[in-house]
């Protein structure tokens, strides 16, 4: 979110229409905290913990208001998070997962960027589509090794495909 503290969520939570959403689910009183003055100063300040000497909270609270702020940052987090998985965000309804339970038929184009996903490209090694693939290494037209390739030849997996990754790095793709 770009804030320089955690606790500047809850402090934000604490100020909007949603407070009475967010406490009926966690709790009368879950956003009750003692916030300094300059929070709001603090939140709105870009580069974040750079411009506070590297401090990663320099929302300055006493220690149970710390806790309540922590435990509110990660019941929002667990509220985003069962949003995201729910079936009005995930829904499973695109043409791909029609496919994959055999009520849709791939145009030609669709079924060469399947081929490509999960062979030459190697994009089901990582995100699986319950069909399975394997490292390969290629040869060259010299007959040399060439770079890996990946070949549809594992035991399918018993997984759901899932174009998701959990990681913090941005990979450049959807």
């Known amino acids: 979110m770009g804030l320089p503290d955690t606790a500047c969520i809850p402090y934000r939570l604490s100020l909007t229409e949603y407070r009475s959403l967010f406490e ?7 956003l009750d905290i003692k916030w300094p003055k300059n929070t709001e100063r603090i939140c709105s ?4 913990a750079a411009e506070f000497n590297g401090s990663d ?3 300055k609270l006493k220690p149970e208001d710390r806790l309540k702020a922590n435990r ?4 929002w987090a ?6 995201e998985s729910s079936p009005a965000v995930s829904a499973f309804s695109s043409k791909f997962d029609a496919f994959l339970k055999g009520n849709y038929t791939l145009t030609a184009d669709e079924m060469a960027g399947y081929n490509l996903f999960r062979g ?8 699986l589509d ?3 693939s394997t490292q390969t290494p290629g040869t060259g037209s010299d007959g040399h090794p ?7 030849t594992s035991a399918p997996t018993d997984v759901a495909p899932l174009f998701t990754c959990f990681g913090y790095s941005n990979l450049g793709l959807p």
């Not at 009926?24 to 879950?30: D, E, L, N, Y």
């Not at 030459?120 to 995100?127: G, P, V």
């Not at 060439?146 to 549809?152: A, F, I, L, V």
């Open 24 to 30: 009926a689910v966690f709790g009368t009183g879950a």
């Open 45 to 48: 300040t870009p580069a974040g």
């Open 57 to 59: 909270t320099p929302i």
């Open 72 to 75: 509110a940052y990660d019941n």
């Open 78 to 83: 667990q509220a985003i998070s069962f949003y």
């Open 120 to 127: 030459k490209a190697s994009c089901n090694t990582c995100h």
């Open 130 to 132: 319950g069909r399975g």
């Open 146 to 152: 060439s770079t890996t390739t990946g070949t549809d």
